[in-house]
């Protein structure tokens, strides 16, 4: 929301529907600044006056003349807007004076329905990355949560705050948002509370639950009372290397906490369950990218367990995983790092000028996934597509420029080496999968391949008896209980990537390659 103080003069880029609701939100609601103009490029609305409030234009020529006074605020309210398009004119702002540039974001509940003025953020890096996000008519895409009980697991976390986010405008009776974190979950509560207050979506039961996944008894008491009809699986153990220096957390959290609740979901028919899941599970050379390809194997594993009947079938009822890159913005991305870098005054510090990774923004990978909730299907598995791959060293230097800086002149970057559990670059789906149309916009459906012995293709019973032995202790096993060696040994049997990944490490080549 805009944070105006007395004599603020208020400048809104983009004079169509989203810009002109804001302004009068602003004049009804008596927030100290005023809507001095609209800036906009439509030649119909050059040089007329909307509520009193006059339409200026070209946007690119009339911000190079402004006179911008050090309280005045710049507005972008162009929600269709492309990245390019944002990069510019964020540009011609800060270089017109503004120091107070906030964007009315490009998500599908502004672009389908009403914006409102608690809506409107600094802007970010990732606003003017990446590609133009694919518009979802989002109300139509979650027309199956209506009147629904939704829980999200990880709601704290970036990617479960926003499906949290988007769930408001979906007509959900209740809204479950569940994590281990209290301060997360607090968080998101209280955004949550204060959209709706500001009139962002339709009214439902925000319930903050916390807990954790790891205590399996508590999940299965806790699914049998909430009487879910939808489960979003965000939770994990995300962070890369700290997950090589941790193994025995990651798969505690990430492959028995998923077993748990799938296991809870099954025994009180819960109707449809959604994991969300990395590339890095594909081939997968680090601890968390074996977590995760475990999951998705748990996954398709309950999956059949439904289509044979092992636990009473309820209508439409599926489960699945949804596979996307890397996110733009989220907490354990490359872009809060780099920001806090660049503040500290460099170097912003790049593994491997060669390394690429996919990356899309939250909200579009958000939308997505709760677009393919809807229409996926029991025992499949679903790709978001991801685009090009990006350089990593390019968005160092882009983000550099963003925060007024030249790369190399003003802020170095630095070239560090790989770290445990990186790749140079990530792929999206394996030698035994192949992604085909399903008739849906950037979803694809992943296909299995018809193959004998698939590398990984290992006994998930097996493999779980021994990793609980390891992550779980009893009298039996003191010597084996977190001891990751142990751990990473039955990994690395199972998974021949991970395992190869290892040896050529210990060759002596850093970066597994």
């Known amino acids: 929301m805009t944070d105006n103080t007395p004599g603020t003069k208020i400048y809104i880029i983009g004079a169509g529907i989203a810009g002109t609701m804001l302004a009068s939100e602003i004049k009804s609601k008596g927030v100290f600044g005023s809507v001095t103009a609209f800036l906009d490029d439509d030649p119909a609305k050059i040089g007329v006056n909307i509520d009193g409030v006059p339409v200026l234009g070209p946007v690119d020529s009339v911000i190079r003349v402004m006179n911008i006074g050090p309280k005045d605020e710049a507005l972008i309210a162009i929600p269709g807007a492309p990245p390019e398009r944002l990069k510019n004119i964020y540009s011609n702002l800060r270089d017109a004076g503004f120091n107070k540039i906030k964007l009315l974001p490009n998500i599908s509940q502004i672009i389908e329905g009403p914006a409102h003025l608690i809506q409107t953020r600094e802007i970010d890096p990732q606003d003017i990355l990446g590609r133009a996000p694919v518009v979802i008519n989002l109300k139509e895409s979650l027309a199956y949560l209506r009147g629904k009980r939704v829980l999200i697991t990880g709601a704290g976390g970036s990617i479960g705050g926003e499906i949290a986010r988007q769930l408001l405008s979906g007509g959900a009776e209740r809204l479950y948002l569940f994590g281990h974190g209290e301060n997360s979950i607090y968080q998101i509560d209280k955004e949550l509370r204060l959209l709706q207050e500001g009139g962002v979506g339709e009214k439902a039961t925000i319930v903050p639950v916390i807990g954790d ?221 192949e992604p085909v149309k399903i008739g849906f916009p950037k979803i694809f459906k992943l296909q299995k391949k018809e193959t004998e012995n698939a590398a990984g293709d290992f006994n998930t019973d097996d493999l779980l008896a021994k990793l609980s032995a390891v992550c779980k202790y009893s009298d039996g096993n003191k010597d084996m209980y977190r001891n990751k060696n142990i751990l990473i040994s039955y990994l690395r049997e199972a998974v021949p990537s991970l395992d190869e990944f290892y040896r050529e490490i210990s060759n002596g080549n850093k970066t597994g390659r």
């Open 213 to 433: 996944l790891q205590n399996r008894e508590y999940i299965h008491n806790i699914i049998s009372k909430l009487h879910c009809d939808v489960v979003f699986h965000a939770a994990a153990y995300k962070h890369v290397p700290m997950m090589e220096e941790n193994p025995v957390a990651a798969i505690e959290n990430n492959v028995f906490g998923t077993k748990n609740i799938l296991d809870a979901c099954l025994s009180y028919g819960v109707p449809r369950f959604v994991l969300i899941s990395t590339d890095k599970a594909v081939n997968p050379v680090s601890i968390y990218g074996v977590s995760k390809y475990i999951c998705e194997k748990l996954t398709l594993q309950a999956a059949e367990k439904i289509k044979s009947g092992q636990f009473p079938r309820k209508d439409n009822q599926a489960y699945m995983f949804v596979r996307f890159g890397n996110v733009l913005g989220s907490r354990g991305s490359i872009l809060p790092l780099f920001l806090s870098q660049i503040k500290k005054g460099g170097p912003v510090t790049v593994t491997d000028p060669a390394m690429t990774r996919y990356f899309m923004t939250i909200p579009e990978a958000c939308s997505l996934v709760l677009k393919t909730g809807g229409v996926g299907e029991n025992g499949s598995s679903y790709l978001l597509d991801m685009g090009q791959p990006l350089k990593i060293i390019d968005i160092a230097a882009l983000l550099i420029r963003f925060s007024g800086y030249e790369p190399g002149k003003d802020i170095k970057i630095e070239i560090t080496g790989s770290r445990p559990g990186e790749r140079l670059s990530e792929p999206l789906w394996s030698e035994n999968e």
